[in-house]
């Protein structure tokens, strides 16, 4: 028997109803429910396939899109079934993404029946002409709505996702939707500053001077604010963009930022097993091709270097509350010298960082600059002596093209 790998899972449901304008996500517009029916057919085959070994036992689940909730709860919950037959299943954590104009009552009670225990509800705003300014198909009301059904429904963890900097978005804007967001009383808040993504419709409308952003002092004012806002409602930054009541942190985003092996199923997901991050198709047709055919539907394999892993472990751990924990790091990557990684940071502002019980953390200050100090770590070599790089497995690799199971071996090997 062999020994089962303690793991993540995210699956992908790539269908929406319409496009967001800032989404540059592998995502799709709804082709209708023969679409849907047939892309949970081809998933649920990948699921199977994938653990036919048994070899991962499952810690977490989290459904993301796309909105997933498009699918219905007899769909979703044919989901769950599979990974329970097709892996050691035992998560503590199942989440759904949700958009608040695509869930009932009925889904909702059908989904906490099913297995799922939390719910992630992408409201962004709750000013009603933002809303649409951004393409979302939901309402304030439809937010609050979904929000007492999921507490009907059983469920009593929730988290809402919100967005500032947005076109058009004042401060009194963005002040009545956090405030309103915490009339909910969720147990967590993701919390993101507006990105323009190359190839969305928001950089064109911005190229085209058809929208302005805040200026920079605003957003700044919105980021200051929330940051007080909620740490008088008693939520904790335990993540960069991410706020929890003390014991609701995101259990399977933790597994991310710790660098921690994670399966991804379903077109476009990407996992990180073994040491090695693979992609599946991205296209659903092409992924679905790929499953029809007893191919395994990837995209790319690559396997990090020793250096390489060494940064993801870092700028992963930093974006937390906890930071990196120095001991554990130096047993990870032996050929670490702590003078390397010291020199790198002391060549940032003394208060951006600082070293308390063999932990290594970003100041607050620091946290604003996460992005830089991982672009600066990207220029750095930071184990000595200097790491070769992997043999390379041999994989040719096309981006609509699916791998062989000859070719994808080295992998998915245990």
């Avoid at 709860?73 to 949700?98: H, I, K, N, Q, Y």
């Avoid at 991410?242 to 092996?261: E, F, I």
């Avoid at 073994?274 to 007893?294: D, K, S, T």
């Amino acid at each position: 028997m062999i020994q089962s790998v303690k793991a993540a899972l995210y699956l992908h449901f790539p269908y929406c109803r319409s496009r967001c304008t800032y989404c540059d996500f592998n995502a799709y517009t709804d082709g209708g429910e023969l679409a849907r029916s047939q892309y949970i057919e081809a998933l649920c085959t990948d699921i199977e396939r994938t653990g036919q070994e048994r070899r991962y036992q499952i810690q977490t689940v989290f459904c993301g899109g796309g909105t997933p909730s498009l699918h219905s709860a007899a769909e979703l919950a044919r989901v769950l079934d599979t990974c329970r037959a097709s892996f050691d299943f035992r998560p503590g954590e199942v989440t759904l993404e949700a958009n608040p104009g695509t869930v009932s009552l009925e889904q909702l009670r059908g989904l906490r029946q099913a297995g799922f225990n939390r719910i992630s509800l992408g409201v962004q705003t709750f000013r009603s002409h933002l809303l649409e300014r951004l393409n979302r198909i939901h309402s304030a009301h439809e937010v609050e709505q979904a929000v007492d059904w999921a507490r009907q429904a059983g469920f009593d963890n929730l988290s809402l996702d919100l967005i500032y900097g947005l076109p058009g978005q004042t401060q009194d804007d963005w002040r009545d939707t956090l405030n309103r967001a915490l009339q909910l009383s969720p147990q967590h808040l993701s919390i993101y500053q507006l990105t323009v993504e190359p190839g969305t419709h928001l950089e064109a409308q911005l190229r085209n001077r058809e929208i302005q952003l805040p200026h920079e002092d605003a957003t700044w004012k919105m980021d200051r604010w929330v940051r007080r806002r909620l740490r008088t409602a008693g939520m904790v930054r335990y993540e960069v963009s991410n706020w929890s009541l003390p014991g609701y942190h995101a259990r399977h985003n933790m597994v991310y930022w710790k660098d921690l092996p994670y399966l991804g199923l379903g077109c476009g997901a990407t996992g990180f097993i073994n040491g090695w991050r693979v992609r599946r198709l991205l296209h659903p047709h092409a992924y679905q091709q790929a499953i029809a055919h007893g191919a395994v539907p990837l995209a790319s394999a690559e396997r990090r270097d020793s250096e390489g892993a060494l940064r993801d472990c870092l700028m992963m751990g930093l974006r937390t509350r906890r930071g990196v924990c120095l001991s554990s790091l130096g047993r990870r990557f032996p050929d670490l010298q702590q003078k390397t990684l010291e020199a790198f940071f002391q060549g940032l502002p003394a208060n951006w960082w600082f070293i308390r019980g063999n932990r290594l953390r970003l100041t607050s200050k620091g946290s604003d600059f996460v992005s830089s100090v991982c672009e600066e770590m990207m220029d750095v070599r930071l184990l000595q002596p200097a790491q070769p790089a992997l043999a390379d497995p041999g994989l040719s690799l096309t981006k609509n093209r699916a791998l062989s199971g000859a070719e994808i071996a080295p992998a998915l090997a245990p």
